[in-house]
């Protein structure tokens, strides 16, 4: 992690961050859904579904992979850019972490490829994918401990109530 970077917690709505990068828990599909996906998707106008459409007719014609990460206008949004990552489902039988770490770390890696200095984070996969809060905390701090770029200033992981802000709040 670079010597000047931060990691933030705020409770609130991710879709009225003023950052560079949103990240977006986006379905395989990029086509918009529930939750977060939505939410970004509905503020973020149809600017962000036309920028997706573009990528499933060109490079993402199959969709987006678990894990993997790319990037798109941001629309109406306050941000710059929208990255738009797909979490893994959770499994009591198998082993997923590291699908849900390298959804942190390929994030990062385009929000600096962009050029961003301070990216917004849902908690990835604890929605309808049902990853436990706890681990889903744990994973995402240490993966941004880990892969942070200095020319990334600020890490700010935008928890939507209180319950989950105290969980990362403990993994931080």
Known sequence: ??????IELVLGDITAQEVDVVVNAANSSLLGGGGVDGAIHRKG????????RDLRAGHYGKGLKTGQAVATTAGRLPARWVVHTVGPVWSAEEDRSSLLADCHRNSLRVAEELGAQSVAFPAISTGVYRWPLPDAARIAVATVHETLAPEI?????????????DVFAAAL
């Open 1 to 6: 992690m670079g010597d000047m970077s931060v």
């Open 45 to 52: 106008g149809p600017e962000i579904l036309a920028a997706c």
């Open 153 to 165: 200033k600020t890490v700010r992981f935008v928890l939507f109530d209180q319950a989950a802000y």
